[in-house]
């Protein structure tokens, strides 16, 4: 699976919009994009992936490059609760990748009052 | 309520035991996987299983022994043989290829 690299941190108002940049120069065609986010002492939590096409649900909106080098994680109205590690992973669809989701260091986001 | 349960949330255990963490799901997910997480450090995956009666090393398998016997349970066992025990261990699971839903976690403690 291709290399991912994050800032180590970074801060956001609360109620302003947070955008976490990932790298991935590295992928290939057949890789998809995922992110997560870890509260302190809890266990991850799926926020969003993608392949090639901008993606949004509930949550986040994931914007990927078209060369696909590169991802943003945006979300749009930052609350407290939002304080986490931001974990951006990149996966193949099966193979010896099946299941593997290699965690880097990821971004710890702290959002201020 | 679906979802991934682990017991106990925390967990003492002498050097030299071995010790056995629970993990248990409710959302008919064919495939579970084990992670260890250490301070200040990303994930790093233990063994993984997608089908009953069937697992895989992951990247750090050395010290541990899971079991598959049924779809829902997939315990770890950390035997005496893991040099540095004590850690964060979370549990996951998901439906063939997809995202993966994780559990709250367990964290050992080894004295």
């Known amino acids: 699976d291709a290399k991912t690299t994050q800032p180590t941190s970074m801060d956001c108002a609360e109620g302003r919009a947070a955008n976490l940049p990932c790298n991935h120069s590295?992928?290939?065609?057949?890789?998809?994009v995922y992110w997560y986010r870890q509260i302190h002492s809890q266990g991850p939590q799926y926020i969003i992936h993608g392949l090639k096409n901008n993606e949004t649900n509930e949550m986040a909106s994931l914007i990927i490059t078209e060369d696909r080098k590169s991802s943003t994680l945006i979300l749009p109205h930052a609350t407290l609760r939002d304080t986490a590690v931001y974990y951006c992973?990149?996966?193949?669809?099966?193979?010896?990748?099946?299941?593997?989701?290699?965690f880097g260091q990821g971004t710890i986001l702290t959002v201020h009052p | 309520d679906g979802g991934i349960t682990q017991s106990p949330k925390y967990l003492f255990r002498k050097e030299g035991q071995n010790v056995t963490l629970s993990c248990e799901q409710n959302?008919?997910?064919?495939?579970m996987y084990w992670y260890r997480q250490d301070p200040g450090q990303g994930l790093r995956l233990i063994y993984y299983?997608?089908?009953?009666?069937?697992?895989q090393k992951g990247d750090i398998a050395e010290g541990y022994s899971v079991s598959r016997e049924k779809k829902e349970s997939f315990p770890l066992t950390v035997t005496s043989a893991q040099k540095n025990p004590t850690a964060f261990y979370l549990c996951?699971?998901?439906?063939?290829?997809?995202?993966?839903?994780f559990g709250p976690g367990t964290r050992l403690t080894v004295l």
């Open positions: 959302l008919n997910h064919d495939a």
């Open positions: 299983s997608q089908i009953v009666n069937d697992f």
């Open positions: 992973i990149v996966r193949g669809a099966g193979g010896t990748s099946y299941g593997k989701l290699t």
């Open positions: 590295t992928i290939s065609g057949n890789e998809y």
């Open positions: 996951a699971s998901s439906r063939s290829y997809n995202e993966q839903f």
